[in-house]
């Protein structure tokens, strides 16, 4: 058989470009990864949460950088400190979503449980926010007239809170208020919660 109908043969090395993955020396696993996670998390860089019910898996991993100083123009964000980035993935209904949050942040060597502390805080914000105008429909209120406005604000923080606060009946915000529209029993219940 001619020398260019033979078959080739295959290398035994890989490609130079090929990344071969070893074991890691100090933990004896065959992935690498694993044990970067627990050097930046010794370094305070990494932090995992893990939160399972309702038939619903979360795992949100944080990374944290406070070296600033290779980023082009970082001296014109004053008081940049850091970046984060929250790798949330989530699996339910036999689906996995992952996403990436990304943030900035100015406080002095912030570690990554303080910087999940303070996403997760944010949220929470952010869904009491959301509560006020999905449930009281805050945003489509057009109460301008003097301390209107104010007043009617003061009223959806205090009726959330005594909503929330009620527990005799387990269910939604917008469900309690139903309850509370036709029932005057529930109705004295929940004020009786302040």
Not at 79 to 93: I, M
Not at 138 to 167: G, I, P, Y
Request: net charge positive; charged share 25%.
């Amino acid at each position: 058989m001619p020398a260019h109908f033979r078959p080739h043969q295959r290398a035994a090395q890989p490609p130079a470009h090929f990344e071969r993955r070893q074991e890691c020396l100090c933990c004896q696993t065959r992935d690498t990864r694993i044990c970067d996670r627990r050097f930046l998390a010794g370094n305070g860089q990494y932090h995992r949460e893990i939160d399972k019910g309702h038939g619903r898996f979360e795992k949100r991993e944080y990374f944290v950088c406070n070296d600033v100083s290779w980023i082009p123009y970082a001296n014109l964000w004053r008081s940049l400190s850091g970046f984060g980035v929250c790798v949330s993935t989530v699996e339910q209904d036999g689906k996995t979503t992952i996403s990436f949050n990304y943030s900035i942040y100015s406080v002095r060597n912030m570690t990554a449980r303080e910087f999940a502390k303070c996403k997760r805080g944010h949220w929470s914000v952010e869904s009491f926010h959301w509560v006020l105008d999905m449930v009281f429909r805050e945003d489509e209120s057009r109460a301008r007239t003097d301390n209107s406005a104010e007043n009617l604000n003061v009223f959806r923080h205090f009726a959330f809170t005594l909503l929330k606060a009620e527990s005799s009946f387990k269910s939604s915000i917008p469900n309690k208020q139903f309850k509370c529209l036709f029932d005057n029993d529930y109705l004295w219940k929940v004020f009786s919660c302040s």
